[in-house]
């Protein structure tokens, strides 16, 4: 049986889809905290975002409406 949930107190329709997303979200941090890959310092990581920004900007666009 489902047990539906105010929109008020919850984003999830039922019991049941909360629980099925907190045990997605716990595995999801469980995995990140147990990645033993190297971490990417912050200034890195921002740096690589900002230069793949702008290389999506300077790429021509398909869409003729584009700017």
Do not use: C, G
Request: proline letters at 9%; a negative charge.
């Amino acid at each position: 049986m489902s047990t539906n949930l105010s929109p008020i107190e919850s984003e999830f329709a039922t019991q049941e889809e909360a629980d099925a997303y907190d045990r997605w979200y716990r595995e999801k941090v469980e995995n990140s905290l147990a990645d033993q890959r190297p971490l990417i310092p912050h200034d890195v990581a921002m740096a690589k975002l900002r230069e793949l920004i702008e290389e999506k900007q300077r790429a021509p666009t398909s869409d003729p409406l584009a700017p």
